[in-house]
T-cell receptor, first 114, second 111 residues
Framework: DGGITQSPKYLFRKEGQNVTLSCEQN?????MYWYRQDPGQGLRLIYY???????QKGDIAEGYSVSREKKESFPLTVTSAQKNPTAFYLC?????????????FGDGTRLSIL | LAKTTQPISMDSYEGQEVNITCSHN???????ITWYQQFPSQGPRFIIQGYKTKVTNEVASLFIPADRKSSTLSLPRVSLSDTAVYYCLVGVGGGGNKLTFGTGTQLKVEL
């Protein structure tokens, strides 16, 4: 089945450590997104990419970095500069062509600080 | 980007129809209205999308008045499994565009 796979499901980070969250999609979508969700809150956009080798900052990009070397992959690195990284992270993808296309989401990675 | 406003929470009982309204006063001409459903510890799932008038699929209906400044998601005969957070989004068609999620509406369905 086509879909979006996020791994790991749970991740723990030590103080001062960078961690990378994986997001892979086999939907042949050009656009990919990373969101952060805090308890009881909506989703906030971290970064998004419309095409390979291109990405833009979202609303809360500070302390995060991304790469888009392959169409199917959009990893997110939570750097030590992100002082409050504990959250639920969601990856999404979306087709670029045709009529308005909804975003398809993975099942998230929950990041906690040790 | 069009900002959306939804009720924070709603309560209902099994078998009832639930209507959740979203306000988007500054919606642009090219914007579509999309609704998602999210269960705890899962990613949001697409429910329905529309541009104007009424759209219906197997799980919901979406009503959009002529001025498009609001929209109403209608869930017929809800069950306990419909307990979730529902998000209304407004954005331009075509992939790659930046969309903004609001805080959503927590729907609680009871027996």
């Amino acid at each position: 089945d086509g879909g979006i796979t996020q791994s790991p499901k749970y991740l723990f980070r030590k103080e001062g450590q960078n961690v990378t969250l994986s997001c892979e999609q086999n939907l042949n979508h050009d656009a990919m997104y990373w969101y952060r969700q805090d308890p009881g809150q909506g989703l906030r956009l971290i970064y998004y990419s419309q095409i390979v080798n291109d990405f833009q900052k979202g609303d809360i990009a500070e302390g995060y970095s991304v790469s888009r070397e392959k169409k199917e992959s959009f990893p997110l690195t939570v750097t030590s500069a992100q002082k409050n990284p504990t959250a639920f992270y969601l990856c999404a993808s979306r087709a670029r062509t045709g009529i308005h296309q909804p975003q398809h989401f993975g099942d998230g990675t929950r990041l906690s600080i040790l | 980007l069009a900002k959306t406003t939804q009720p924070i929470s709603m309560d209902s009982y099994e078998g009832q129809e639930v209507n959740i309204t979203c306000s988007h006063n500054n919606i642009a001409t090219n914007d579509y209205i999309t609704w998602y459903q999210q269960f705890p510890s899962q990613g949001p799932r697409f429910i329905i999308q529309g541009y104007k008038t009424k759209v219906t699929n197997e799980v919901a209906s979406l009503f959009i008045p002529a001025d498009r400044k609001s929209s109403t998601l209608s869930l017929p005969r809800v069950s306990l499994s419909d307990t979730a957070v529902y998000y209304c989004l407004v954005g331009v068609g075509g992939g790659g565009n930046k969309l903004t999620f609001g805080t959503g509406t927590q729907l609680k369905v009871e027996l």
